[in-house]
């Protein structure tokens, strides 16, 4: 069983910048795609961004392209999200998923996804 371990999160006032880190215990992340998901209090999961473990481009939710950046390392077999430019909307609690489907992260039905960390807070105050 896959386990994601996730690090990073915190508070930060708007504008401001976080980094999260996902990383796999005692598994490779070959042949999956790996990313990001976010909940706010009553709302849904949504996808925010992800990487192909193959080597395919990043794809991200259209809100925060150009302020999020994912990346991959496959040395530390890490997937990284680097949020720059925060707004106080970016709230929410943040997941690491991996799938290994061939359907892009981003047009799964959180249900479906076969692996999640267990979610870290990141808070955007005005």
């Known amino acids: 069983q896959v386990q994601l371990v996730e690090s990073g999160g915190g508070s930060v006032q708007a504008g401001g910048s976080l980094r999260l880190s996902c990383g796999a215990s005692?598994?490779?992340?070959?042949?999956?795609?790996v990313g990001w998901f976010r909940q706010a209090p009553g709302k849904e999961r949504e996808f925010v961004a992800a990487?192909?473990?193959?080597?395919?481009?990043?794809y991200y939710k259209f809100s925060v392209k150009g302020r999020f950046t994912v990346s991959k390392d496959t040395t530390r077999n890490t997937v990284d999200l680097q949020m720059n430019s925060l707004k106080p909307e970016d709230t929410a609690v943040y997941y690491c998923?991996?799938?290994?489907?061939?359907?892009?992260?981003?047009?799964?039905?959180?249900?479906?996804?076969?692996?999640w960390g267990q979610g870290t807070q990141v808070t955007v105050s005005t």
């Open positions: 998923a991996a799938d290994r489907v061939a359907l892009r992260l981003q047009y799964m039905d959180p249900r479906d996804v076969e692996h």
């Open positions: 005692e598994y490779t992340f070959a042949n999956y795609d």
């Open positions: 990487v192909s473990w193959s080597g395919d481009e990043p």
